[in-house]
Antibody
Framework: QITLTESGPTLVKPTQTLTLTCTFS??????????VGWLRQPPGKALEWLAL???????RYNPSLNNRLTITKDTSRNQVVLTVANVGPVDTATYYC?????????????????WGQGTLVAVSS | IQLTQSPSSLSASVGDRVTITCRAS??????FAWYQQLPGTAPKLLIY???TLKSGFPSRFSGSGSGTDFTLTISSLQPEDVATYYC?????????FGQGTKVEIK
């Protein structure tokens, strides 16, 4: 059974760096075709994909966040960390991490499944 | 790739057939998914590869479409289907979501 759990601060001040940790179990991030992504959802708004780290260390980011994101994986600890630099009120959201996989022959992703329960982060002074 | 999802909300009676559409700004292969987000919970994968139903979900849910136009259908709406539904493309980065469709019972 795959599970993911997000952890991090519930409140950060503007201009600070937000660091979130995703701790997972039930799969290995060394397996070809597997990834872990971060997504967020501002209160009452739609989902937004933020970043993805692949099994091979490749990283992808949403360019709309203007290079403020960094994703890293620690395979030995089964963790994926996301940092968001220079946060502002618009970064207030529930942040989710999720397992990604799909076509293991073509090594193409087809889904996020499952998701963690999410962690609500507020940005306020 | 922009995803335009419609309607943004709908209210239907139990037993009604419900259709949600998602239009992509570019052609997408099979790298398309639908998610169900029950109130106050994390999203769950509902359909992947445009038309494959995730195990555990009832067969009243179905997905179809190709190219730029995709559809999620609930053949007979049930009270437990009250949720917001999102489409997502994984064809090319940055992966994107539709704006969501909130489904309610009339």
């Amino acid at each position: 059974q795959i599970t993911l759990t997000e952890s991090g601060p519930t409140l950060v001040k503007p201009t600070q760096t937000l660091t979130l940790t995703c701790t997972f179990s039930g799969f290995s991030l060394n397996i070809p075709g597997v990834g872990v992504g971060w997504l967020r959802q501002p209160p009452g708004k739609a989902l937004e994909w933020l970043a993805l780290v692949h099994w091979n260390g490749d990283k992808r980011y949403n360019p709309s966040l203007n290079n403020r994101l960094t994703i890293t994986k620690d395979t030995s600890r089964n963790q994926v960390v996301l940092t968001v630099a220079n946060v502002g009120p618009v970064d207030t959201a529930t942040y989710y991490c999720a397992h990604s996989s799909g076509d293991l022959e073509l090594l193409r992703f087809l889904w996020f499944d499952p998701w963690g329960q999410g962690t609500l982060v507020a940005v306020s002074s | 790739i922009q995803l335009t999802q419609s309607p943004s909300s709908l209210s239907a009676s139990v037993g009604d057939r419900v259709t949600i559409t998602c239009r992509a700004s570019q052609v997408i292969g099979k790298y398309f998914a639908w998610y169900q987000q029950l109130p106050g919970t994390a999203p769950k994968l509902l359909i992947y590869a445009a038309s494959t139903l995730k195990s555990g979900f009832p067969s009243r849910f179905s997905g179809s479409g190709s190219g730029t136009d995709f559809t999620l259908t609930i053949s007979s709406l049930q009270p437990e289907d009250v949720a917001t539904y999102y489409c997502q493309q994984l064809n090319s980065f940055p992966w994107t979501f539709g704006q969501g469709t909130k489904v309610e019972i009339k």
